[in-house]
C-alpha cells in the first residue's frame, strides 16, 4: 500500500463509489501513469471525461490529482481531475484553424507544485531577458521562483550572473550549481523538504536532465551533449515526469522549450514587477506614458537609480508581447467562429437549391 499524502495528497472531496485518487507522475502519449495507494497503475482518459478535455483544450497534466477507477487486471480509466493548486502553463502556437489562421492556446505543463526552478546554464545561452520571461510564467503560476544556474565549474566567475539575475529580478532566489561537481545542490535542500514538488523548466541543453540525476543520486535521465559553437542542446526530456526524491520531495522535469509564449500573463506581470506598477500610481497624471511628461514617477525612479532602464525595457517588452498574444487569441477565436457561422450557411444554402437562407 502507497501512503498518498506523501506525494503531496490532500483529500478536497470524498471520492465516489468505486473511485480511488492518484497522482499523475508520468505521460507517455495518451496513457498516464497515475500513483495510487495501490502502487503505480496505467489508466487513460475515461470518454466522456476525455471529450470534455478536448473541448477546454484542458487535459490532465503530470502533477494533477484526479479520481480514477482502478482496473487490477488491465488499464484503469481517469474520471475526473481535482483542483489545481498551482498550474504551469504557455502559450501553446498550433496549426491553422478555420480560415487559415494560426490558433494560440494555453497548454498546461505541469500541476500542483510548490516552487518552480527556472534553469538556465553559464553558458554562451546565458541571458536575463529569458529569465525574466520564465520568471514571469512562473510567478502566474502560483509556485514560487527560484533561479538556478547550471554548469558553474564551466565559468570563469558566476558571481557576475548571479548579480545581473538578482539586479534584474530583485526579491527573486537564485544559486549557481554544479551538477557533475556536486557544487551548490546543498542550497536546494532549502526548498526540497518531504510532500514538496518542484519544476524544472528551462531550454534544452541548460542541465536539467544531469541536475535531476544528481539530485536523485542515481541516473533516471539520459543526458546529452551541447553544440560547442552555439551552447545549444538537443533533447533529453522527451516527456514529462514526476520523481520522487530520496529526500521524500518531488520535481516534475519538463522537456526543453525554445518558443515561451506569454499569454494572459497580467497577474505574473504585476507580480514580477510589483515595484514598477507601485511607480504609476506616484505619476502626476492618470493617463503618463511615462515619456516626457512632468511629474512622472518612472522617469524619476531613473534619474534616482530605483529603476534600472534594464528593468523598464524588461518590463514593456513583456506587457507588449502579452497584448499581442491575448488580443491575437482572441481575434483568433472570433475570426474562426465567424468562419464556422458561414460555413453553417453555406450547407443551409446548398440544401436549400442554392438559396442563401
Aim: with cysteine; aromatic share 8%.
Amino acid at each position: 500500500m502507497f501512503d498518498l499524502k506523501l506525494y503531496g495528497y490532500t483529500e478536497t472531496e470524498t471520492p465516489a463509489d468505486g473511485l480511488i485518487p492518484g497522482r499523475i507522475a508520468e505521460l507517455r502519449r495518451e496513457q498516464y501513469s497515475v500513483i495510487t495507494e495501490l502502487g503505480e497503475v496505467k489508466a487513460v482518459l475515461k470518454g466522456a471525461f476525455c471529450r470534455e478535455a478536448r473541448a477546454r483544450g484542458d487535459y490532465p497534466c503530470v502533477g494533477d490529482f484526479a479520481l480514477l477507477r482502478h482496473n487490477g487486471s488491465g488499464v484503469s480509466r481517469i474520471e475526473k481531475l481535482l483542483p489545481r493548486r498551482a498550474q504551469f502553463s504557455r502559450a501553446d502556437f498550433l496549426g491553422h484553424a478555420a480560415g487559415h489562421a494560426k490558433t494560440i492556446r494555453e497548454q498546461v505543463v505541469a500541476a500542483n507544485f510548490d516552487y518552480v526552478f527556472v534553469v538556465l546554464s553559464l553558458n554562451k545561452v546565458f541571458k536575463v531577458s529569458r529569465i525574466m520571461r520564465y520568471l514571469t510564467l512562473a510567478w502566474q503560476s502560483g509556485g514560487q521562483p527560484v533561479v538556478i544556474l547550471t554548469k558553474a565549474d564551466l565559468a570563469d566567475d558566476f558571481s557576475a550572473p548571479l548579480s545581473q539575475v538578482r539586479q534584474a529580478a530583485p526579491g527573486v532566489l537564485a544559486h549557481a550549481v554544479s551538477s557533475r561537481a556536486g557544487f551548490g545542490l546543498d542550497a536546494l535542500g532549502e526548498y526540497l523538504q518531504p510532500g514538496k514538488t518542484a519544476v524544472f523548466l528551462g531550454m534544452s541543453g541548460v542541465g536539467k536532465s544531469s541536475l535531476v540525476n544528481a539530485l536523485m543520486m542515481r541516473d533516471v535521465m539520459a543526458v546529452r551533449a551541447i553544440r560547442e559553437q552555439d551552447g545549444r542542446g538537443r533533447h533529453a526530456t522527451t516527456h514529462r515526469q514526476l520523481f520522487m526524491l530520496p529526500s521524500g520531495a518531488m520535481i516534475i522535469d519538463t522537456p526543453g522549450m525554445r518558443e515561451l509564449g506569454l499569454i494572459c500573463a497580467d497577474e505574473g506581470i504585476s507580480a514580477g514587477f510589483a515595484d514598477v506598477e507601485e511607480l504609476f500610481a506616484q505619476c502626476r497624471f492618470s493617463d503618463c506614458r511615462h515619456e516626457t511628461e512632468p511629474g512622472c514617477a518612472v522617469r524619476a525612479a531613473f534619474v534616482s537609480g530605483a529603476l534600472s532602464s534594464d528593468r523598464w525595457k524588461f518590463y514593456l517588452a513583456q506587457t507588449r508581447e502579452n497584448k499581442f498574444a491575448s488580443d491575437k487569441a482572441g481575434y483568433i477565436a472570433e475570426k474562426g467562429a465567424l468562419w464556422k457561422r458561414g460555413a453553417v450557411a453555406y450547407r443551409k444554402e446548398q440544401k436549400n437549391g442554392g438559396v442563401w437562407v
